[in-house]
Nanobody
Framework: QVQLVESGGGLVQAGVSLRLSCVAS????????MGWFRQAPGKEREFVAA????????YYADSVKGRFTISRDNAKNTVYLQMNSLKPEDTAVYYC????????????????WGQGTQVTVSS
């Protein structure tokens, strides 16, 4: 079992940056690929970014590529999402997730989910 707790969300103006954190507890964090997803009101939960177990490979949705950076610190059991140049369309609840296998862009590929943290970007 893995427990995930996100933090770092908030209400910000367009153009600024935020860094989300997700701390994992339970089984060995470094055994899991990690992902970030987001869900805006009335929309499906969508893939944002993923990182493999070692942190050597990362993947991004086209909508955030060049603005967001996923990273992890296995010594701290933490995965991060650095979000720069935020836009109103980035407004959503952001979830981190852990994959026992290789991280994918599909929600079904993840075994554990956090409760989410709200990010609201005003124009």
């Amino acid at each position: 079992q893995v427990q995930l707790v996100e933090s770092g969300g908030g209400l910000v103006q367009a153009g600024v940056s935020l860094r989300l954190s997700c701390v994992a507890s339970g089984r060995t964090f470094s055994s899991y690929g990690m992902g970030w997803f987001r869900q805006a009101p009335g929309k499906e939960r969508e893939f944002v970014a993923a990182i493999n177990r070692s942190g050597g490979s990362t993947y991004y949705a086209d909508s955030v590529k060049g603005r967001f950076t996923i990273s992890r610190d296995n010594a701290k059991n933490t995965v991060y999402l650095q979000m720069n140049s935020l836009k109103p369309e980035d407004t959503a609840v952001y979830y981190c997730a852990a994959a026992g296998g290789f991280p994918t862009i599909s929600r079904g590929g993840y075994d554990y989910w956090g409760q989410g943290t709200q990010v609201t970007v005003s124009s």
